[in-house]
Protein backbone atom coordinates (compact mmCIF):
# COMPACT_ATOMS: atom_id res chain seq x y z
CA UNK A 1 0.00 0.00 0.00
CA UNK A 2 1.46 3.33 -1.20
CA UNK A 3 2.05 6.17 1.76
CA UNK A 4 -0.08 9.44 1.28
CA UNK A 5 2.83 11.40 0.67
CA UNK A 6 3.98 9.11 -2.56
CA UNK A 7 0.43 9.45 -3.47
CA UNK A 8 -0.03 13.19 -3.17
CA UNK A 9 3.90 13.87 -4.57
CA UNK A 10 4.02 11.01 -7.12
CA UNK A 11 0.55 9.68 -8.35
CA UNK A 12 -1.92 12.66 -7.55
CA UNK A 13 -0.30 15.80 -10.29
CA UNK A 14 -0.37 13.25 -12.46
CA UNK A 15 -4.12 12.33 -12.17
CA UNK A 16 -5.07 16.06 -11.89
CA UNK A 17 -3.04 16.95 -14.80
CA UNK A 18 -5.11 13.92 -17.28
CA UNK A 19 -8.06 15.14 -15.60
CA UNK A 20 -8.34 18.81 -16.54
CA UNK A 21 -6.83 17.69 -19.62
CA UNK A 22 -9.72 15.78 -20.69
CA UNK A 23 -12.22 16.69 -23.57
CA UNK A 24 -15.30 17.82 -21.45
CA UNK A 25 -13.38 19.44 -19.16
CA UNK A 26 -11.54 21.21 -22.50
CA UNK A 27 -14.42 22.00 -23.99
CA UNK A 28 -16.00 24.63 -20.77
CA UNK A 29 -12.72 26.00 -20.71
CA UNK A 30 -12.92 27.30 -23.79
CA UNK A 31 -16.25 28.87 -22.96
CA UNK A 32 -14.26 31.16 -20.95
CA UNK A 33 -10.24 31.38 -21.28
CA UNK A 34 -9.77 33.20 -24.78
CA UNK A 35 -12.39 35.75 -23.25
CA UNK A 36 -9.14 37.24 -20.90
CA UNK A 37 -7.24 39.84 -21.89
CA UNK A 38 -5.13 42.43 -21.16
CA UNK A 39 -2.47 41.25 -17.73
CA UNK A 40 -3.87 37.78 -16.87
CA UNK A 41 -4.10 36.02 -13.65
CA UNK A 42 -4.58 32.53 -13.32
CA UNK A 43 -6.02 31.24 -10.29
CA UNK A 44 -5.02 27.40 -9.81
CA UNK A 45 -2.57 27.29 -13.00
CA UNK A 46 -1.47 23.50 -11.95
CA UNK A 47 0.73 22.18 -14.93
CA UNK A 48 -0.07 24.95 -17.64
CA UNK A 49 -2.61 23.00 -19.44
CA UNK A 50 -4.72 26.44 -20.10
CA UNK A 51 -2.06 27.80 -22.00
CA UNK A 52 -3.65 26.66 -25.42
CA UNK A 53 -6.56 28.43 -25.21
CA UNK A 54 -5.04 31.90 -24.65
CA UNK A 55 -5.99 34.30 -27.29
CA UNK A 56 -2.58 35.50 -27.52
CA UNK A 57 -3.20 38.64 -29.48
CA UNK A 58 -5.08 39.77 -26.34
CA UNK A 59 -3.03 38.60 -24.10
CA UNK A 60 -0.16 40.97 -22.65
CA UNK A 61 0.95 38.62 -19.92
CA UNK A 62 -0.01 35.87 -17.47
CA UNK A 63 0.75 35.49 -13.94
CA UNK A 64 0.00 32.15 -12.67
CA UNK A 65 -0.43 31.20 -9.12
CA UNK A 66 -0.27 27.49 -7.09
CA UNK A 67 0.73 25.64 -3.95
CA UNK A 68 2.05 23.09 -5.46
CA UNK A 69 5.34 22.40 -5.58
CA UNK A 70 4.98 19.40 -8.26
CA UNK A 71 2.31 20.77 -10.27
CA UNK A 72 5.01 24.18 -10.35
CA UNK A 73 7.83 21.58 -11.97
CA UNK A 74 5.64 20.44 -14.31
CA UNK A 75 4.30 24.33 -15.15
CA UNK A 76 7.53 25.12 -16.05
CA UNK A 77 8.14 22.41 -18.41
CA UNK A 78 4.75 23.12 -20.37
CA UNK A 79 5.24 26.69 -20.41
CA UNK A 80 8.72 26.36 -22.49
CA UNK A 81 8.67 27.11 -26.15
CA UNK A 82 4.86 29.41 -25.41
CA UNK A 83 4.80 32.41 -27.35
CA UNK A 84 3.48 34.22 -24.30
CA UNK A 85 4.64 36.38 -21.65
CA UNK A 86 4.44 33.80 -18.39
CA UNK A 87 5.40 34.33 -14.75
CA UNK A 88 4.65 31.50 -12.49
CA UNK A 89 4.40 32.38 -8.68
CA UNK A 90 3.95 29.51 -5.47
CA UNK A 91 0.91 30.42 -3.48
CA UNK A 92 -2.05 30.86 -2.41
CA UNK A 93 -5.25 32.00 -3.91
CA UNK A 94 -6.34 33.49 -0.04
CA UNK A 95 -3.11 35.47 -0.03
CA UNK A 96 -2.77 37.15 -3.44
CA UNK A 97 1.11 38.85 -3.30
CA UNK A 98 -0.45 41.83 -5.92
CA UNK A 99 -1.40 45.29 -5.34
CA UNK A 100 -5.13 46.02 -5.24
CA UNK A 101 -6.68 46.91 -9.01
CA UNK A 102 -2.95 44.83 -10.84
CA UNK A 103 -5.13 42.38 -13.28
CA UNK A 104 -7.51 43.13 -16.43
CA UNK A 105 -8.44 39.57 -16.23
CA UNK A 106 -8.61 36.99 -13.89
CA UNK A 107 -8.98 33.01 -14.69
CA UNK A 108 -10.63 30.49 -12.35
CA UNK A 109 -11.21 26.70 -13.81
CA UNK A 110 -11.70 23.78 -11.74
CA UNK A 111 -10.07 25.09 -8.55
CA UNK A 112 -13.03 26.89 -6.76
CA UNK A 113 -13.52 23.17 -5.59
CA UNK A 114 -9.96 23.12 -3.40
CA UNK A 115 -8.92 25.98 -2.31
CA UNK A 116 -8.93 25.99 1.54
CA UNK A 117 -10.92 28.98 2.01
CA UNK A 118 -12.96 29.83 -1.44
CA UNK A 119 -14.63 32.94 -0.28
CA UNK A 120 -11.70 34.66 1.20
CA UNK A 121 -9.50 33.50 -1.90
CA UNK A 122 -12.52 35.26 -4.20
CA UNK A 123 -12.45 38.64 -1.88
CA UNK A 124 -8.59 38.76 -2.81
CA UNK A 125 -9.90 38.30 -6.47
CA UNK A 126 -11.91 41.07 -6.27
CA UNK A 127 -9.03 43.15 -4.56
CA UNK A 128 -6.54 42.26 -7.48
CA UNK A 129 -9.10 42.68 -10.15
CA UNK A 130 -9.20 45.97 -11.78
CA UNK A 131 -12.34 48.13 -11.38
CA UNK A 132 -13.40 47.16 -15.35
CA UNK A 133 -11.85 44.14 -15.18
CA UNK A 134 -13.40 40.74 -16.02
CA UNK A 135 -13.20 37.56 -13.15
CA UNK A 136 -14.03 34.39 -15.69
CA UNK A 137 -14.73 30.83 -14.49
CA UNK A 138 -15.66 27.69 -14.74
CA UNK A 139 -15.96 25.11 -12.10
CA UNK A 140 -18.03 21.99 -11.11
CA UNK A 141 -19.88 21.82 -7.80
CA UNK A 142 -23.23 21.67 -5.82
CA UNK A 143 -25.84 20.03 -8.56
CA UNK A 144 -29.19 22.14 -8.22
CA UNK A 145 -30.99 18.50 -8.01
CA UNK A 146 -32.09 17.73 -4.96
CA UNK A 147 -31.02 14.34 -4.90
CA UNK A 148 -27.50 14.55 -6.55
CA UNK A 149 -26.67 16.95 -4.25
CA UNK A 150 -27.60 14.77 -1.25
CA UNK A 151 -25.62 12.20 -2.53
CA UNK A 152 -22.58 14.73 -3.26
CA UNK A 153 -23.30 16.13 0.34
CA UNK A 154 -22.56 12.51 1.47
CA UNK A 155 -19.63 11.53 -0.62
CA UNK A 156 -17.74 15.41 -0.08
CA UNK A 157 -17.10 13.50 3.52
CA UNK A 158 -13.87 11.07 2.11
CA UNK A 159 -13.58 12.34 -1.61
CA UNK A 160 -11.28 15.39 -1.10
CA UNK A 161 -9.12 12.92 0.64
CA UNK A 162 -8.73 11.11 -2.20
CA UNK A 163 -8.63 13.94 -4.68
CA UNK A 164 -6.38 16.44 -3.44
CA UNK A 165 -8.94 18.43 -1.71
CA UNK A 166 -11.20 18.60 -4.20
CA UNK A 167 -14.92 19.35 -2.86
CA UNK A 168 -17.78 18.11 -5.05
CA UNK A 169 -20.61 19.77 -3.11
CA UNK A 170 -19.19 23.81 -3.09
CA UNK A 171 -22.34 25.98 -4.30
CA UNK A 172 -20.38 28.18 -7.07
CA UNK A 173 -23.43 30.19 -8.24
CA UNK A 174 -23.81 31.41 -4.18
CA UNK A 175 -20.35 31.46 -3.53
CA UNK A 176 -19.67 34.28 -6.30
CA UNK A 177 -22.84 35.94 -5.67
CA UNK A 178 -21.93 36.65 -2.11
CA UNK A 179 -18.49 37.77 -2.83
CA UNK A 180 -17.76 41.34 -3.68
CA UNK A 181 -17.95 40.30 -7.49
CA UNK A 182 -20.67 41.25 -9.37
CA UNK A 183 -21.93 38.02 -11.88
CA UNK A 184 -22.79 39.07 -15.50
CA UNK A 185 -23.49 36.06 -16.34
CA UNK A 186 -23.78 32.34 -15.11
CA UNK A 187 -24.26 29.09 -16.79
CA UNK A 188 -25.04 25.41 -15.94
CA UNK A 189 -24.45 22.08 -17.46
CA UNK A 190 -23.81 18.37 -16.76
CA UNK A 191 -20.91 17.22 -18.65
CA UNK A 192 -21.16 14.57 -21.10
CA UNK A 193 -19.81 10.87 -20.13
CA UNK A 194 -19.02 12.15 -16.57
CA UNK A 195 -20.66 10.72 -13.16
CA UNK A 196 -23.34 13.69 -12.09
CA UNK A 197 -21.80 14.52 -8.73
CA UNK A 198 -18.40 14.95 -10.64
CA UNK A 199 -20.37 16.35 -13.42
CA UNK A 200 -22.36 19.32 -12.65
CA UNK A 201 -20.08 22.12 -14.43
CA UNK A 202 -21.15 26.35 -14.05
CA UNK A 203 -19.78 28.90 -15.98
CA UNK A 204 -19.95 32.67 -16.73
CA UNK A 205 -18.19 36.13 -15.61
CA UNK A 206 -17.91 38.12 -13.16
CA UNK A 207 -16.77 42.07 -12.36
Not at 25 to 53: C, D, T, W
Not at 97 to 119: A, G, H, M, R, W
Amino acid sequence: MISKKFYEKNVLPSLINSTCSSRPIKKQKQKVIPSAYGNVLEIGFGSGVNLQFYDKSATKKITGVDPSEELYELAITNSEGIDLDIELIKGTAEDLPFKDDTFDSVVCTYTLCSIPNPEIALIEISRVLKQNGKFLFAEHGLSSDKKVAQFQNFIDFFYPKISGGCHVNRDIHNLISKSPLKLDNIENIYLPGTQKFLGFNTWGTAS
